[in-house]
């Protein structure tokens, strides 16, 4: 099955709201409290995604993947919050567990490294939680170097540990996420 990947727009925030929780609730399962998972809120997500979209910053990405049953993915990322020179960083990838796989990922990730390299960014980086192992792999697959796991707080004061993934030149992921 083919993908088309896009630029999000404001319409489409129902559907990434919908892909962000669902994917919360099938990533973080055994991770995050099941009590979090359950109080999460699509209309809430939608609100904060119409609310970015609307008024993206300068050098924010997002992009959505969809196939012909509809939107199944997204990347939404931009300069490091690290404020690191040359850095952009992914924020969100989120990919449902039935289009997984197939490609999706790193078509979204490499899009999204290239509108940020096309803006002026030279590497990248992205953190995952320690404990998603599935999403490291397909991180290291993709040449993602990791940093030692850092500890983090997350939803409702949960210490979680995070690892960030770093592509020291971001034309290296392009080209091998990008294939």
């Known amino acids: 099955m083919s993908f088309v990947v896009f630029p999000a727009g404001p319409s489409d925030a129902e559907d990434l709201a919908r892909v962000h929780v669902t994917s919360w609730r099938e990533t973080y399962r055994g991770i995050l409290s ?25 050098d924010d990405v997002t992009l959505a993947g969809a196939d012909r049953m509809g939107l199944v993915g997204y990347v939404a990322g931009g300069p490091s919050r690290g404020g690191r020179k040359d850095e952009a960083e992914i924020a969100t990838l989120y990919v449902l567990r039935e289009a997984q796989g197939r490609g999706l990922g790193a078509r979204l990730l490499a899009g ?8 002026g960014a030279a590497t990248l980086m992205i953190s995952v939680l320690r404990d998603n192992f599935l999403a490291r792999g397909f991180y290291e697959h993709l040449g993602g170097q990791p940093d030692p796991p850092r500890r983090e707080a997350g939803p409702g004061g949960q210490l979680l540990h995070e690892v960030a993934y770093r592509w020291p030149d971001i034309r290296t992921l392009i080209d091998k996420a990008g294939r």
């Open 34 to 58: 099941d009590a979090y998972l359950a109080r999460m809120s699509e209309p809430v997500y939608a609100r904060r995604f119409t609310k970015t979209l609307l008024n993206p910053l300068p």
């Open 112 to 119: 999204a490294a290239r509108a940020m390299a096309a803006r």
